[in-house]
């Protein structure tokens, strides 16, 4: 079941505690997750948090391009899958100074923290709309063994940097 909320929640680190209950089978289960809201408004680089996107007809592997597709909450996926990181930039939502360019870097490193995948993608000023851009990289799964992996992104100025990771497993 997909139970859809929403919380307001200012700048700062938090984590999220939620416990669901099944009467009828007599089983209650709960996570726990850590969380942290960027402060948009202020920080000269910031980054989302990372979605994962699938479609059926698949993706090009560095597209910056959007393409209509929800986010996925699965973390398992096939090497025919087709899979894409989403996320945002950010350069201060209530800043006035320029936006300068950022130099996004996606890592992907097995089990072992052996770098597995490395890509890059530049982001030009004329790539943020109102302060904000959008980012889609596509995973090579087909080209990664079955196994356990992290996924980072880190996004960098010449002054300034900020990342993002999750784990994710290939059969």
Request: no cysteine; net charge negative.
């Amino acid at each position: 079941m997909n139970l859809p909320t929403h919380l307001d929640l200012p700048p700062g680190d938090y984590e999220i505690r939620v416990a669901v209950a099944d009467p009828l089978r007599g089983r209650v289960a709960s996570v726990f997750q850590q969380v942290s809201v960027p402060a948009f408004a202020r920080a000269p680089l910031s980054l989302s948090g990372i979605a994962i996107e699938m479609a059926a007809d698949g993706f090009e592997t560095a597209s910056l391009a959007d393409v209509a597709v929800s986010p996925i909450t699965e973390r398992t996926f096939s090497r025919t899958d087709h899979v894409r990181a989403a996320f945002e930039a950010y350069q201060g939502m209530q800043r006035s100074d320029a936006i300068v360019p950022v130099t996004v870097r996606l890592t992907i490193a097995d089990a072992y923290g052996k770098t597995v995948h490395e890509e890059s993608v530049s982001l030009t000023a004329e790539s943020f709309q109102a302060r904000r851009a959008r980012v889609r990289l596509g995973l090579p799964l087909d080209r990664l063994e079955p196994g356990a992996y992290a996924l980072s992104i880190e996004a960098r100025t010449a002054k300034e940097a900020s990342g993002r990771a999750l784990r994710f497993t290939v059969e």
